[in-house]
């Protein structure tokens, strides 16, 4: 049985990236944790555009604390990614990992508390990228990590091909 992907989101703070990884998520079958306090609603448009029509299908808790999030999911174990991190996602060998899997995002400003990730050094990565640069966009580092995850499970419970339009839609007239 598949084993659930759960993006975790610290604090976001731009309803834009927040709106884009909902949508990630729902294309990819993974769960959102968003934990607060946010500094917009919810229901904001820009988060409605970015998410489109998928947000119905979008399967996420909100948490008002990390200390909330953490009891209420039996404190997992979470993989932490920050600029902070020693290791590339891609050294994790996520198809052995036999529980869901849980991968905290941190806010586009400060990333996750240096308290949280000091507890967690063995479970901080780093998505690579030149010297010099703080950071990627929020949205993107969340697509980055999840289609590695997916990747490394061969895209399992995802489809390879087209099906709205039809798998042979380019050989059509």
Do not use: W
């Not at 508390?113 to 580092?141: A, T, V």
Request: proline share 4%; charged share 30%; hydrophobic share 35%.
């Amino acid at each position: 049985m598949r084993k659930m992907i759960n993006v975790v989101l610290f604090e976001p703070e731009k309803p834009l990236n927040t709106g884009n990884i909902m949508r990630t998520c729902v294309a990819s079958g993974c769960k959102l944790h968003i934990i607060g306090p946010l500094t917009y609603k919810i229901d904001d448009k820009g988060l409605k555009r970015a998410g489109m029509d998928y947000l119905k299908d979008v399967h996420y808790n909100y948490y008002d604390s990390y200390e909330d999030f953490l009891c209420a999911n039996n404190n997992p174990k979470i993989f932490y990614i920050t600029r902070y991190g020693k290791k590339a996602p891609s050294e994790i060998n996520f198809k052995e990992i036999k529980e869901d899997i849980y991968v905290m995002f941190g806010k586009e400003s400060t990333g996750i508390p240096k308290d949280i990730l000091k507890e967690h050094l063995d479970y901080c990565f780093r998505i690579p990228m030149l010297e010099g640069i703080r950071s990627l966009n929020l949205s993107n580092c969340v697509a980055i990590v999840v289609y590695e995850i997916l990747r490394q499970r061969e895209y399992e419970g995802l489809s390879k091909v087209e099906t709205i339009k039809g798998e042979n839609y380019l050989e059509k007239n």
